[in-house]
C-alpha cells in the first residue's frame, strides 16, 4: 500500500515510480541471471586475488607453512594405506595399489574440501557481505580457487608417485588437465549448493564430517572398484558409478595409471559422458540454484 501512494504532490508520483525516475533500487535486489553472471566475471580478478591471499595466509602461522598443502593428503594416503593395503591387503587385489590409493585419495579431497569449505562461504564472510556490495557467488567461487591451487600443488607430488611406483608416462597424461576441469566445474557448483544450504541450516557443518566419510566409501577410493559389483545389487552398484566423485577418480586413474587400464568400472568414454554430464548440470544448476537465494545472504 505505501509503494501505491502518492509520495510527491506536485508530480503525483509514487514512490515506486519515483524510484524509478531517479534510477534507486531496492537494497540487495537480485539482478537477472544473465547481468548476474556479468557482474560476477567482472569480478574475477578479485576472486583470483583473494584465494591466492586465503591460500598464502591458511597455514602461515604453521613452521612447514606451504608444505602442509602435500604433507595433509599424503598424510592421509599413509593412514588409509596402513588400514586398507596392509591390514586389509588390498593391496594383493589392485595392481600398484599406492598409485592407486594416492590417486583416489588426492582427487576426492579436492571435492570433499570444497564440499565443507563451501558450507561457510557465506556464513564465515557476514562482516564482508554487509559491509560491500559484491556478487556472493564470488565467495564459493574463491573456496574452489583455494582447493585448486592446493591440489595442482598436490598433484606434482602425485606425478612422482605414479612414476616412482613403476607406472610409464603417456599420452593419457594429458586428458588430466580435461578431467581436472570437469571436477572444478562440478566443485562449484557443488560449493555453490552448500554455500546456499549452509547460510540456512547453520548445523550442517557438524554433518558435513559423516556425510563426507560415507561418501569417500562409496567413491572406490580406499578399495578395488571391482568390489562394487562383487557385493552390492546390480541396481545398486548401477547407482554407485554415477557417483561424480568416483567418476573423476576413475577418470584420472585412466590418465595416470597403465596398470589400472583393465579395471576401469566402465568404459572410458562412458566415464568422460558422465563427467561432462555432472559439471554441465552440477555446474549451472548450482549456479542458478545460489542466485536465486542471492538477497538472503547476510540478513537476518
Same mark, same amino acid.
Given at each position: 500500500?505505501?509503494?501505491?501512494?502518492?509520495?510527491?504532490?506536485?508530480?503525483?508520483?509514487?514512490?515506486?515510480?519515483?524510484?524509478? #525516475?531517479?534510477?534507486?533500487?531496492? @537494497?540487495?535486489?537480485?539482478?537477472?541471471?544473465?547481468?548476474?553472471?556479468?557482474?560476477?566475471? @567482472?569480478?574475477? +580478478?578479485?576472486?583470483?586475488?583473494? *584465494?591466492? /591471499?586465503?591460500?598464502?595466509? *591458511?597455514? *602461515?602461522?604453521?613452521?612447514?607453512?606451504?608444505?602442509?598443502?602435500?604433507?595433509?593428503?599424503?598424510?592421509?594416503?599413509?593412514?588409509?594405506?596402513?588400514?586398507?593395503?596392509?591390514?586389509? @591387503?588390498? +593391496?594383493?587385489?589392485?595392481?600398484?595399489?599406492?598409485?592407486?590409493?594416492?590417486?583416489?585419495?588426492?582427487?576426492?579431497?579436492?571435492?570433499?574440501?570444497?564440499?565443507?569449505?563451501?558450507?561457510?562461504?557465506?556464513?564465515?564472510?557476514?562482516?564482508?557481505?554487509?559491509?560491500?556490495?559484491? &556478487?556472493?557467488?564470488?565467495?564459493?567461487?574463491?573456496?574452489?580457487?583455494?582447493?585448486? %591451487? %592446493?591440489?595442482?600443488?598436490?598433484?606434482?607430488?602425485?606425478?612422482? $608417485?605414479?612414476?616412482?611406483?613403476?607406472?610409464? $608416462?603417456?599420452? #593419457?597424461?594429458?586428458?588430466?588437465?580435461?578431467?581436472?576441469?570437469?571436477?572444478?566445474?562440478?566443485?562449484?557448483?557443488? *560449493?555453490?549448493?552448500?554455500?546456499?544450504?549452509?547460510?540456512?541450516?547453520?548445523?550442517?557443518? %557438524?554433518?558435513?564430517?559423516?556425510?563426507? #566419510?560415507?561418501?569417500?566409501?562409496?567413491?572406490?577410493?580406499?578399495? &578395488?572398484?571391482?568390489?562394487?559389483?562383487?557385493?552390492?545389487?546390480?541396481?545398486? /552398484?548401477? $547407482?554407485?558409478?554415477?557417483? &561424480? &566423485?568416483?567418476?573423476?577418480?576413475?577418470?584420472?586413474?585412466? /590418465?595416470?595409471?597403465?596398470? +589400472?587400464? @583393465?579395471?576401469?568400472?566402465?568404459?572410458?568414454?562412458?566415464?568422460? /559422458?558422465?563427467?561432462?554430464?555432472?559439471?554441465?548440470?552440477?555446474?549451472?544448476?548450482?549456479?542458478?540454484?545460489?542466485? #536465486?537465494?542471492?538477497?538472503?545472504?547476510?540478513?537476518?
Amino acid at each position: 500500500m505505501a509503494n501505491t501512494a502518492v509520495a510527491d504532490p506536485e508530480s503525483g508520483l509514487t514512490r515506486a515510480q519515483l524510484a524509478q #525516475r531517479y534510477g534507486l533500487r531496492v @537494497a540487495g535486489e537480485r539482478p537477472a541471471l544473465g547481468e548476474y553472471a556479468r557482474r560476477l566475471w @567482472a569480478y574475477r +580478478h578479485f576472486m583470483t586475488a583473494y *584465494s591466492r /591471499a586465503k591460500v598464502a595466509s *591458511s597455514l *602461515s602461522n604453521t613452521q612447514l607453512g606451504q608444505l602442509w598443502q602435500v604433507l595433509t593428503p599424503l598424510t592421509n594416503a599413509a593412514v588409509y594405506f596402513l588400514i586398507f593395503g596392509l591390514i586389509l @591387503a588390498q +593391496h594383493k587385489n589392485v595392481p600398484n595399489f599406492i598409485a592407486y590409493l594416492c590417486t583416489g585419495v588426492f582427487i576426492f579431497i579436492f571435492t570433499q574440501t570444497a564440499a565443507t569449505n563451501g558450507v561457510s562461504a557465506i556464513t564465515g564472510n557476514l562482516g564482508l557481505i554487509r559491509a560491500l556490495q559484491f &556478487p556472493r557467488a564470488a565467495l564459493p567461487i574463491t573456496v574452489t580457487l583455494v582447493q585448486l %591451487q %592446493q591440489l595442482l600443488m598436490s598433484m606434482v607430488v602425485l606425478a612422482g $608417485i605414479v612414476l616412482v611406483t613403476g607406472e610409464p $608416462i603417456t599420452f #593419457r597424461w594429458i586428458l588430466i588437465v580435461p578431467m581436472l576441469l570437469l571436477q572444478t566445474i562440478f566443485n562449484v557448483g557443488l *560449493s555453490m549448493v552448500m554455500a546456499r544450504l549452509g547460510s540456512k541450516a547453520t548445523d550442517l557443518k %557438524q554433518i558435513m564430517p559423516f556425510v563426507m #566419510r560415507t561418501w569417500l566409501y562409496a567413491s572406490g577410493v580406499l578399495y &578395488p572398484v571391482a568390489l562394487i559389483r562383487e557385493h552390492l545389487p546390480s541396481w545398486a /552398484a548401477n $547407482i554407485l558409478e554415477w557417483n &561424480p &566423485p568416483l567418476v573423476f577418480i576413475e577418470l584420472a586413474r585412466y /590418465a595416470l595409471l597403465d596398470s +589400472h587400464q @583393465a579395471n576401469l568400472v566402465s568404459s572410458p568414454l562412458k566415464l568422460w /559422458a558422465l563427467g561432462l554430464f555432472w559439471a554441465v548440470v552440477m555446474g549451472i544448476g548450482g549456479f542458478v540454484y545460489f542466485w #536465486r537465494g542471492e538477497k538472503e545472504y547476510g540478513r537476518g
